[in-house]
């Protein structure tokens, strides 16, 4: 019953390699997010998408493509990685509504780039 | 953009203490706050969020408190037990309405048995 998971929980890869992060939710929630976490443990927004129209585009290198196949699953496509891709990357969801709803976040996936 | 300054970035206290956590926040227009709690391994989970048009919301021993003239906002935890020990995560909206969070660099609390 989990209600936001991402897999895989640990990935590790070269330099240069293309890896994809998968992530789903069962709550229900019209939008999803990516989220950078560094070696300092700060959050930084990637991405969202709202019904599969992507609504906030951070300045991240356009190796990193998010792909909604539908409204319940938002993967993250890692092309060329790089050492200092290395992070935990934590996915969200929240629902649509007039005022901004509290995020619900997955448990995050450490991407390891050697 | 918006830019949420949180204070202490360490904080250790005794089990049975009380625990407070400040944000600094740059943007008048924000709207909404929620507070965050990270533990090992884990997603940040959200503890308590309050709204620009509330001063103060407490929920058991969670309180946070809200000055819009000053732009700041605290979480107080009291009666600490360890497993209140995470890192702790103030955010703040990105303006009125926007689905977009500015994250504050985390608060490690320790609760010392």
């Known amino acids: 019953d989990t209600a936001v998971s991402q897999t895989p929980k640990y990935l590790?890869?070269?330099m240069g390699n293309d890896k994809s992060i998968k992530c789903e939710q069962n709550l229900g929630h019209d939008t999803?997010?990516?989220?950078k976490q560094d070696s300092k443990k700060f959050l930084k927004i990637m991405f969202s998408y709202n019904n599969k129209e992507l609504i906030i585009n951070e300045t991240v290198?356009?190796?990193?493509?998010p792909?909604?196949?539908?409204k319940a699953h938002?993967?993250?496509?890692i092309n060329s990685l790089e050492l200092g891709d290395s992070a935990v990357y934590f996915c969200a969801s929240s629902p649509r509504g007039q005022e901004l709803s509290p995020l619900h976040f997955g448990n995050g996936t450490r991407l390891t780039v050697t | 953009g918006e830019n949420v300054e949180q204070h202490p970035s360490t904080l250790s206290v005794q089990e049975g203490d009380s625990a407070v956590i400040k944000c600094t926040y740059s943007d008048s227009a924000s709207n909404y706050f929620p507070?965050?709690?990270q533990e090992l391994g884990k997603g940040p989970q959200l503890i308590i969020d309050i709204r620009s048009n509330v001063g103060e919301k407490k929920d058991q021993r969670i309180a946070v408190t809200l000055n819009k003239t000053a732009k700041h906002f605290s979480l107080h935890i009291t009666e600490t037990q360890p497993e209140d020990s995470a890192v702790?995560?103030?955010a703040a909206s990105e303006g009125a309405g926007s689905y977009q969070l500015t994250?504050?660099?985390g608060t490690k609390l320790s609760v010392i048995p």
Not at chain 1, 32 to 35: A, L, S
Not at chain 1, 67 to 70: A, G, R, T, V
């Open chain 1, 74 to 77: 938002l993967n993250l496509h």
């Open chain 2, 103 to 105: 994250f504050g660099k």
């Open chain 1, 61 to 65: 290198p356009n190796r990193f493509s």
């Open chain 2, 35 to 37: 507070w965050y709690k």
């Open chain 1, 12 to 14: 590790v890869t070269q």
């Open chain 2, 88 to 90: 702790y995560f103030c």
């Open chain 1, 67 to 70: 792909k909604s196949p539908d």
């Open chain 1, 32 to 35: 999803m997010y990516w989220y």
